[in-house]
């Protein structure tokens, strides 16, 4: 009795201790199901992190891509879920931004790859616009950049459209500083809701032009004084913003002085550096600044480079160079610069449209699906099956589905509102194919993105799931045939090789053995070297014929052993 008790504890702390640790006790073998990336080369990578879902934060999208077996054979279930935010907050009152732009002189630099381009030959060798003598500057993907940030804040424009009304009065208000070596261009305030207020405002970024150094100290402060005018005053902190893109470390700070013969008027500042005392004044300035409004920053091309601090001569010609900073430029931007959460990063042309994207959606309405695409081919020997769904357009090798004609489930939290879209077709992966790897991931797709649309339309990556498959087995079979036997057949006179795959070598032929007045004439239909799918091969027989030989000094009757004539004639052949 002691016994039994004691062995029903034991399984009933076994069953606790599995019920702890999890299903992965219960399942400790490999899953049929794998999460990754497509690479720049187009390769798919796993991703042992991933779980399926991303999440782009600046943007307020999380994009999700699962799959689960259905239980038949190499068929999947695949679920894509899209979930976008929306705030109200500046939807439902008038909104003040500022756009404070570096013009300074590295702002003509190569947008791509960062390089100053005095010949076609400057720029990186792995640039796009390697070898070319036109190309892209960073001044000019700002521009483009700013324009179709104006275009979303406005509210002016739908699906790409311009509204035909004349003044929509929405008090969307935008001024553009510009600064360099100090300010430079600093306009008024605009409500670019208004056709008037818009075209003035897109005037003023392309006019914009780059030279001279990096006084982000006094564009921000320009940025303070306008968050002050009268035409602006009645908009509450929460809903003022200014957007700051620099290109490189500030190397000035306050206004012009008089700095001598050699300098003439310049600001403070060690005007290739970032010295000690432009680092305070541009911190102080945006800390009294970020009272006012949320500061938003973007830097451009130079996130990863260290901050300089100093110069040092060099020694009748030995050592000097510059002394720098422990952190780079990005890190003080967004650390000592932008309100928390609010900085961003950019290395080429598509992430500084992404970056404006982000920005542009958490200062206005967000994404609510609108316009919004998701392209999704199928992968190499895959085919989907697509559920009828009137926001779905395409077929067995892949589909587009666009969420303006799709219908979310909706969750309000505070003033945002989460849009989940989410839609669910099968996947058959074909496993046929000679050679196919049971023992490998497969992706169940290509490359699958969600476009967000605009002028420089933003392309945002889905997760995408790989799977296992088993390729089909197939049975070969050697049939005695009608006037024979073989060796190690069954009671139907068979013997048979199943679990074969699609290449494997073909089982060799058994003995045969013919009956009597017959002999083995070869198979039908030929054996073919490799397994090409199920197989049956029948032995064929021709029966024995009576031929006579006939020998110079002897006459023989064949009886199916050797036997020996020196010379002979036959009959019966």
Excluded at 263 to 287: Q, R, V, W
Aim: proline share 3%; charged share 15%.
């Amino acid at each position: 009795m002691k016994k039994s008790m004691e062995r029903a504890l034991s399984w009933v702390l076994a069953l606790a201790m599995l019920v702890s640790m999890g299903s992965s006790a219960l399942a400790d073998g490999p899953s049929d199901v794998s999460y990754g990336t497509y690479n720049d080369s187009g390769e798919w990578e796993q991703d042992s992190t991933c779980n399926g879902s991303k999440t782009y934060a600046d943007l307020g999208v999380t994009l999700s891509k699962t799959a689960t077996p259905t239980g038949k054979p190499n068929e999947y279930s695949v679920t894509l879920t899209v979930e976008t935010t929306q705030t109200t907050m500046a939807v439902a009152n008038s909104a003040a931004t500022v756009l404070v732009i570096d013009t300074s002189g590295s702002m003509e630099y190569c947008a791509e790859c960062g390089q100053e381009i005095k010949y076609w030959y400057n720029h990186d060798d792995e640039c796009k616009y390697y070898g070319e003598w036109d190309y892209k500057s960073r001044m000019e993907a700002a521009k483009d950049a700013a324009n179709e940030f104006l275009r979303t804040y406005s509210g002016r424009f739908t699906g790409g459209t311009e509204t035909g009304t004349q003044d929509l009065n929405l008090g969307r208000y935008l001024a553009i500083v510009s600064f360099a070596t100090t300010v430079g261009t600093s306009t008024q305030w605009y409500d670019v809701s208004n056709k008037t207020g818009y075209n003035a405002a897109q005037r003023a970024i392309n006019n914009l032009g780059a030279d001279g150094g990096t006084n982000l100290e006094r564009g921000l402060n320009a940025a303070n004084g306008k968050l002050t005018d009268s035409a602006v005053q009645n908009i509450a902190a929460e809903h003022k913003n200014v957007i700051a893109l620099t290109d490189g470390e500030p190397t000035f700070y306050g206004e012009e002085e008089w700095q001598g013969l050699l300098d003439g008027y310049l600001p403070n500042g060690g005007g290739s550096y970032c010295d000690e005392d432009t680092y305070n004044a541009t911190i102080a300035t945006a800390t009294a600044l970020k009272q006012k409004a949320k500061l938003y920053t973007v830097c451009f091309g130079v996130a990863n480079e260290l901050m300089k601090k100093d110069y040092e001569e060099p020694f009748f010609g030995f050592g000097g160079g510059y002394v720098y900073w422990d952190f780079t430029v990005g890190e003080f931007l967004s650390k000592s610069i932008a309100t928390q959460g609010c900085a961003h990063n950019a290395d080429n042309t598509e992430q500084l449209y992404t970056a404006f994207t982000a920005i542009s959606s958490s200062i206005t309405t967000g994404l609510d699906g609108t316009g919004l695409i998701v392209t999704d081919p199928m992968g190499a020997g895959v085919t989907a099956t697509l559920p009828a769904d009137g926001s779905v357009a395409g077929g067995a090798s892949g589909f587009t589905w666009d969420l303006s004609d799709a219908t979310p489930t909706t969750r309000t939290v505070g003033t945002t509102t989460y849009y989940t879209y989410t839609y669910t077709y099968t996947v058959t992966l074909d496993t046929s194919a000679e050679g196919f790897d049971e023992n490998a991931y497969h992706p169940a797709n290509a490359r699958t993105t969600l476009t967000i649309p605009g002028e420089t339309p933003v392309v945002l990556d889905f997760p995408v799931p790989a799977v296992k498959g088993t390729a089909p087995r197939y049975t070969v079979t050697y049939a005695c045939g009608d006037h024979g036997s073989l060796a190690g057949q069954d009671a139907s006179g068979k013997v048979s090789t199943s679990n074969l795959k699609k290449g494997d070598e073909t089982p060799a032929a058994p003995a045969v053995t013919a009956d009597d007045g017959f002999y083995f004439a070869g198979w039908s239909p030929s054996v073919s070297p490799t397994v090409q799918g199920n197989a049956v091969y029948t032995a064929q027989y021709a029966p024995q014929g009576a031929i006579k030989l006939t020998g110079a000094t002897d006459t023989k009757t064949y009886n199916g052993s050797v036997q020996s004539l020196t010379s002979y004639s036959t009959e019966g052949l």
